[in-house]
């Protein structure tokens, strides 16, 4: 492959789908393997991944400022275009960012496609609070925080780098509005209406060419009751370790049987505008 | 005392001895009479003529390796007995320190057809125990409470293999370990007056005095894992996966294969797999509790 623009980015805010669309196309790029490891998926790591980072670099990150680090990264998933024979798929949570160096976080140079994964906030905020083991109302704050970052602490060593989320408006709206990438947008509740059109979708605007059966077959394997059945079986690495499950529910609209009307007002309040936009109803 | 004048600085690192026109963070002073290494201030080369293997930040071939540091200074280290060191005019010694103590030495060590693990290690209970990890894993935080458990000092980050003796051993490095202050205050240990690392972080240089000088067979080596369940397993490698996981905790394996001394690191980390007991250590990632694997180490051993 002469051509840089090797990464697909699967960009999300945490928990809207991002990790079932890898379970997707990691079952759909090996096919020989009988059924999908969801803990050993490819590229196994996210892009905010120290390992990737100090390897790529030749320096530990932990001996870098958050500031150094931040203006390295594009030069690091520089690196791991071109030392990469065939397209990676890089998970992703940061916002996408202009840096102070000049660079942007996340090339265009070596982007050739972002799938960004939208869910409502409402079912996200229900579904983030189990991952954060935090209560409702913090999550919301959080959701509706410009500041939040995962792995901010200067004073210690965090397993992953700083990843600025923004609010989850601020989130959609860098990557989706100002980015300039080429960017697809993909609702969490049409992968669970009808995952197969959704993937196929999805695969279609990346100029990956599979027949209808590869796709069916890849589908099924990254099917919600697979991947839970997985998890209860043999754990899943990438689960947080205050939640009881990662895989927990998978499904639309929990938001009624969980949100007080204060919270989910507080949510349409911050977030109205983007749920319009998005196809989510505000009237509730 | 020409020697003097030119090398203002004499250490004892990782079994070499070494002359240096820079003030070195961490390490030990000694005198000597011939010098294995020599630190050079001056400038660095803009790149490498012959580049094998190369990340964002550097350049390597067999034996050669330049490092370029924006905010701290370049260096450039060859033949795995001189370093060349250029700094900013703004870093700190801690900070230029920091690079030369770790990957521009990791680097001379693969030159000099050494192996050097991503490790720290310690004496505890006369044993010697090498704990290797990937960055994060508390390496370096295990390390500090069993030295607080009565342990000494062998080496902090990376630990070289000292294969002169029946058994393979680890040269002593320097008595000093880089330490976050969130380990410092879960340790209890008073963070006033210690140099930090970097200016911007809260990660400190920690002089430890209790540091082990004398020729110690490893008796153990621990792979400090992480998990998000909340049991510490503790579980045994045999054959092959021995071989693999010294490879994945080489320090700076990457400048290595294309070169000569890819062969050399096969020889050498099968060797070190065959004669050593290797044993997977994974802790939850949400809590570390230093006592319970101090605990669990001292009934292993």
């Not at chain 2, 820079?22 to 005198?31: D, I, K, Q, R, W």
Request: glycine share 6%.
């Amino acid at each position: 492959m002469d051509d840089l623009k090797k990464i697909v980015w699967l960009a999300s805010y945490p928990k809207s789908g991002n990790t079932w669309f890898r379970v997707f196309i990691t079952a759909l790029l090996h096919p020989e393997e009988p059924s999908v490891d969801i803990n050993n998926m490819h590229p196994a790591t996210i892009a905010s991944s120290r390992q990737l980072f100090d390897e790529l670099a030749g320096v530990p990150s932990a001996d870098l400022t958050p500031s150094e680090i931040r203006n390295l990264r594009p030069f690091v998933y520089r690196r791991n275009a071109l030392e990469s024979e065939e397209i990676i798929y890089q998970k992703v949570h940061d916002v996408y960012a202009l840096l102070p160096n000049g660079q942007t976080l996340f090339p265009a140079d070596i982007t050739r496609a972002v799938m960004y994964f939208i869910r409502n906030p409402l079912d996200v905020a229900v579904s983030f609070s189990h991952h954060l083991s935090a209560p409702i109302d913090k999550t919301i704050s959080i959701m509706n925080n410009p500041d939040y970052a995962f792995c901010q602490r200067i004073d210690r060593l965090h397993n992953q780098l700083q990843q600025n989320l923004f609010t989850w408006s601020g989130h959609i709206k860098s990557w989706v509005d100002d980015s300039g990438l080429p960017v697809m947008v993909i609702r969490y509740e049409d992968m669970h209406k009808d995952p197969l059109k959704a993937f196929s979708g999805a695969l279609a605007f990346i100029g990956l060419k599979k027949d209808q059966k590869e796709i069916e077959t890849a589908v099924e394997q990254a099917s919600f009751s697979n991947l839970k059945k997985q998890e209860e079986e043999k754990g899943f690495s990438e689960k947080s370790p205050g939640s009881d499950s990662f895989f927990r529910k998978g499904i639309v609209g929990d938001w009624k049987n969980v949100l007080s009307k204060e919270q989910v007002k507080r949510i349409v309040d911050a977030h109205g505008d983007m749920m319009k936009r998005f196809g989510y109803d505000v009237d509730v | 005392m020409f020697a003097k004048k030119k090398y203002p600085y004499s250490y004892r690192a990782y079994g070499l001895n070494i002359l240096s026109q820079l003030p070195v963070t961490g390490f030990e002073p000694a005198s000597f009479e011939t010098a294995d290494v020599h630190i050079h201030k001056g400038p660095v080369p803009e790149n490498l003529g012959n580049i094998i293997n190369q990340g964002v930040l550097y350049q390597s071939n067999e034996s050669e390796f330049l490092l370029r540091m924006e905010n701290v200074g370049a260096y450039y280290v060859r033949n795995g007995n001189e370093i060349i060191v250029q700094p900013t005019n703004t870093a700190s010694t801690g900070e230029v320190s920091a690079f030369l103590t770790g990957t521009s030495f990791g680097a001379l060590m693969h030159q000099k057809k050494l192996l050097p693990l991503h490790a720290s290690t310690v004496i505890f209970k006369e044993k010697c125990l090498v704990i290797a990890g990937i960055s994060g894993a508390g390496k370096t935080t295990l390390a500090a409470a069993l030295i607080k458990a009565g342990g000494t000092l062998v080496a902090d980050d990376v630990s070289v293999i000292d294969f002169s003796g029946e058994k393979p051993a680890v040269h002593p490095a320097f008595p000093t370990i880089k330490i976050w202050e969130d380990s410092l205050k879960h340790l209890d240990i008073n963070i006033t007056d210690l140099e930090p690392v970097r200016g911007e972080l809260k990660k400190y240089y920690l002089p430890v005095n209790k540091f082990n000088h004398i020729y110690t067979a490893i008796s153990h080596i621990y792979i400090l894992n992480t998990h998000n369940r909340p049991e510490l397993e503790i579980k045994s490698l045999q054959g092959v996966d021995k071989f693999r996981i010294l490879k994945k905790h080489t320090y700076f394996f990457r400048g290595i294969p294309k070169t000569g001394l890819e062969k050399n690191h096969f020889i050498l980390a099968n060797k070190l797999a065959v004669k050593t007991p290797i044993t997977l250590l994974t802790r939850p990632n949400r809590e570390f509790n230093t006592e319970k694997i101090v605990k669990a180490i001292s009934e292993n051993l």
